[in-house]
């Protein structure tokens, strides 16, 4: 399975940006898609965005406008950036690896936004 370890998470005021970063253990064209989702507590892990091995990326309906996802093969990482920051982003992100056989994630990064 692939390893996968997120960082850029933190406090941030509303209207702010943030740049999520997920390295993974293995070159991305082994994996099918990679994608960043987030949970708060007692709900669902909800997907935030994903990018296929062919770049498909998708956006949840929530984030759309405010969210992009991008990769960058030569460094196994997968990017998520964040605007325009709203309280109801504040939540653990997590990196997702989806290589059909395996399902792999990270550890989870806390993004909070608060003035």
């Known amino acids: 399975q692939v390893q996968l370890v997120e960082s850029g998470g933190g406090l941030v005021q509303p209207g702010g940006s943030l740049r999520l970063t997920c390295a993974a253990s293995t070159s991305l064209f082994e994996i099918h898609s990679m994608g960043w989702y987030r949970q708060i507590p007692e709900k669902q892990r909800e997907l935030v965005a994903d990018i296929s091995s062919s770049g498909h990326i998708n956006y949840a309906t929530s984030v759309k406008g405010r969210v992009s996802i991008s990769r960058d093969a030569s460094r196994n990482t997968v990017y998520l950036e964040i605007n325009n920051l709203k309280p109801d982003d504040t939540a653990v992100y997590y990196c997702?690896?989806?290589?059909?056989?395996?399902?792999?994630w990270g550890q989870g990064t806390q993004v909070t936004v608060s003035s």
């Open positions: 997702h690896a989806d290589q059909l056989i395996h399902q792999s």
